[in-house]
Structure formats: C-alpha cells, structure tokens
Nanobody, 116 residues
Framework: QVQLQESGPGLVKPSQTLSLTCTVS??????????WSWIRQSPGKGLEWMGGRVYDGTTYYNPSLKSRTSISRDTSKNQFSLQLSSVTPEDTAVYYC????????WGQGTQVTVSS
C-alpha cells in the first residue's frame, strides 16, 4: 500500500522560496528504477508538470520553471523535495507529488498560496 504525503507551509510571501516535501511509505524510492515528480494545478490551467526524475535516471524540469526549480531526494528518509524560488501570486496552486513504481501513485495535494 504505497502512500504519498505532501507537507510544507500553505502560505508563502512573494519573492520567497516555496519548499515542499513528499514522504513515501510502502515503497522505496531509493531502490526503485521508476520515476518521481512534482505536478501542480491551478484554476484554469489544469495540471502542470514541474519536474522530476524519470525511468532513465535523468532529472528533467519544465522549461518555463527550470530557472526557479530545484528537486532533490533524501535517500535516508524515503522523501523527495521541491523548491521553487522567487515565487509570485501566479505560483498559487495545489501541489502534488507523484511516484511511478510500476503504477502511478499520487499524494492528496497541498494548497500553497502566494500572497503578502
């Protein structure tokens, strides 16, 4: 029973860095050959893939977000993280983490609002 849980602050001020962590239970992202990624969704935009590590072992980023995005994995805690710097109100969205362990698993999502 693979489960994912996003965690982090729900409110971030403009120009600051958004930081989220995805905790995975029931499956190991350390030993898996499959990928993991971050996706966000905002009203009117639908799902937007932000970046992640895919099955070929390469980390990819959405070109529109690459300059502000950093994704990393903590092998000792079975977690991976997202950092999005220099945020603006347009970054307000529900953020999801996803892993592919033969099947896709999603966290329930966490709302992040960028506002002063």
């Amino acid at each position: 029973q693979v489960q994912l849980q996003e965690s982090g602050p729900g409110l971030v001020k403009p120009s600051q860095t958004l930081s989220l962590t995805c905790t995975v239970s029931g499956g190991s992202i350390t030993t898996s050959y499959f990928g993991w990624s971050w996706i966000r969704q905002s009203p009117g935009k639908g799902l937007e893939w932000m970046g992640g590590r895919v099955y070929d072992g390469t980390t990819y980023y959405n070109p529109s977000l690459k300059s502000r995005t950093s994704i990393s994995r903590d092998t000792s805690k079975n977690q991976f993280s997202l950092q999005l710097s220099s945020v603006t109100p347009e970054d307000t969205a529900v953020y999801y983490c996803n892993v592919d362990l033969g099947s896709d698993y999603w966290g329930q999502g966490t709302q992040v609002t960028v506002s002063s």
